[in-house]
């Protein structure tokens, strides 16, 4: 919604100065073609490659719930990452509303800090606030250290993505990486990356009601079952197909294909 004339001239600019362009999905690939004249030979899709810097202990599920208060028959939603607008939170407090009522065990975990959003935070606060949702929601409103960040993915049944626009999250990957399904709004390249009944579920954007309605499919399918052997799928499955060793084959193949050998390096 910022986005203008001159910004989009000096973008196009910038692109065609350029020997070669890398980008996470075939969306933005067809963009740069359709709205920036990007030849096609000219852009490459390279993976999202999964996030395994964070640390992954021994901690357990039950361990981790203990830390944020759960119990084992909570059924826990989490939201983390950065608070903005475009993030859906608001969408998803509305979603959880509807859900508690016919899964009263059900609950949010919010993880993360207002960035630059603080009034659009207050107003939610308000909302999650209501008597309704009161106790129905775990807030840690604060940067989240990678060393702490194993706990909410380890505690959590379902990671939360209910954003309103966006091209890609890395939180998707943070969440595969420690094999937790996703429920997410089909916005951006969202719907590329998540494959329906066995790494999460995908619904309609900026719709609560279509929220809350994935959320109670989830914790009735065979996905959340069976969510203990599901996990060790969903990470191998992130690992094959977002490996940091396809990111690497892809992008030497392009420099090799831009400079000379000599220049390249003998053995490189």
């Avoid at 840690?140 to 706990?151: C, G, L, N, S």
């Avoid at 494959?195 to 954007?205: A, K, L």
């Avoid at 060793?245 to 003998?266: D, M």
Wanted: proline content about 5%.
């Amino acid at each position: 919604g910022n986005d203008g004339f001159l910004n989009r001239l000096t973008l196009k600019i910038q692109y065609h100065l350029v020997d070669h362009l890398f980008v996470h999905t075939e969306r933005m690939k067809g963009e740069l073609q359709s709205e920036f004249d990007v030849p096609a030979e000219r852009i490459s899709v390279i993976p999202f490659g999964i996030n395994s810097t964070v640390p992954d202990t021994m901690l357990t599920r039950s361990e981790a719930r203990h830390r944020l208060g759960l119990d084992s028959g909570h059924k826990a939603v989490l939201f983390f990452g950065n608070i903005a607008p475009y993030k859906g939170l608001g969408d998803l407090g509305d979603a959880m509303a509807q859900v508690v009522k016919t899964l009263p065990e059900c609950r949010l975990i919010i993880a993360g800090r207002p960035t630059g959003a603080e009034s659009y935070w207050e107003r939610i606060r308000e909302r999650i606030s209501a008597p309704s949702l009161r106790d129905k929601v775990v807030e840690r409103i604060e940067y989240v250290p990678d060393a702490d960040t194993e706990v909410y993915f380890k505690a959590a049944d379902v990671l939360a993505l209910p954003y309103t626009h966006v091209f890609q999250s890395g939180v998707l990957f943070l969440g595969y990486n420690f094999g937790l399904p996703v429920i997410a709004t089909d916005v951006g390249s969202l719907r590329e990356d998540i494959i329906e009944g066995e790494t999460g579920i995908v619904c309609e954007p900026a719709d609560p009601i279509a929220f809350a309605r994935a959320v109670e499919e989830y914790f009735s399918s065979d996905l959340y079952r069976t969510l203990d052997s599901r996990r060790t799928e969903i990470r191998r499955f992130a690992g094959e197909r977002y490996s940091w060793t396809k990111v690497a084959a892809i992008t030497k193949g392009v420099y090799r294909s831009l400079v000379p050998p000599r220049e390249f390096g003998a053995g490189a």
